[in-house]
């Protein structure tokens, strides 16, 4: 079992990191993803999105699964009844058999799910690893890379009450620290970003940014500290 997480865990740290944090308005989803038709953010129901980092076949495989769950559960029960913390069991399950199994090789994926709730302090963040464990996370995450050291740095810099422009130039700042402490670029070409954004008037939270809108953003959040205040956004 030691070697099979040991394996997993390897694959996954070759993958390119995903931040999830929260901000006054909802919730965050930053990833280093130049592909434009591969994404490592996707929603899932109307107040929940999903982001993994490893294999895209392995992980596609289980966002697909969960919005059919997500789908079944709301039409069978209720739409109100379909929840992050349902999904990660779901997950966890699913994950966990999977680990066990000798048959099979361990997933290399590592996932969150998120949900978006009326108020900061209903917000859910829900990380799964390899083995199919649950970690509810609070404020900031990271998987994939150099997670440790993201989490470190978002750690030590994420606040509660962050505007949007605030918060994804945090998360752009914690992807560019290479391991050797140094500092690399990356573009909003470079990156997918998405929120769960709980004043949108529609059912659905989900949203993503284009790389105009985060254009902006990243120069409003660099914008804050001189002004002493962060940006509105749409």
Not at 34 to 60: C, M, Q, T, W
Not at 102 to 129: F, N, S
Not at 196 to 225: H, I, S, Y
Request: proline share 3%.
């Amino acid at each position: 079992m030691a070697d099979r997480a040991e394996y997993a865990r390897k694959g996954i740290a070759r993958g390119r990191s995903v931040v999830v944090l929260q901000y006054c308005d909802g919730v965050l989803f930053v990833a280093e993803n130049p592909s434009r038709a591969l994404h490592k953010v996707s929603e899932i129901y109307d107040r929940i999105a999903f982001a993994a980092v490893g294999k895209y076949n392995e992980f596609e495989n289980l966002r697909i699964g969960g919005v059919r769950y997500a789908d079944l559960r709301g039409y069978t029960y209720g739409r109100e009844d379909v929840t992050a913390r349902g999904l990660a069991n779901v997950y966890a399950q699913t994950l966990g058999t999977i680990f066990s199994s000798v048959g099979e090789k361990p997933y290399e994926v590592e996932l969150i799910v998120a949900e978006v709730g009326a108020a900061p302090e209903d917000d859910q963040i829900y990380r799964l690893p390899h083995d199919g464990s649950i970690v509810d996370e609070h404020g900031s995450v990271a998987v994939g890379g150099n997670a440790d050291q993201i989490s470190s740095y978002l750690g030590r810099n994420h606040r509660d009450g962050m505007s949007l422009a605030e918060a994804v130039k945090l998360a752009v700042d914690s992807l560019t620290r290479d391991t050797n402490g140094g500092e690399r670029e990356l573009t909003a070409e470079q990156l997918e970003v998405a929120v769960l954004d709980r004043r949108r008037p529609q059912q659905r939270k989900f949203k993503r940014l284009p790389v105009r809108q985060l254009e902006r953003l990243l120069a409003e959040g660099k914008a804050a500290p001189e002004s002493g205040e962060g940006g509105d956004e749409e």
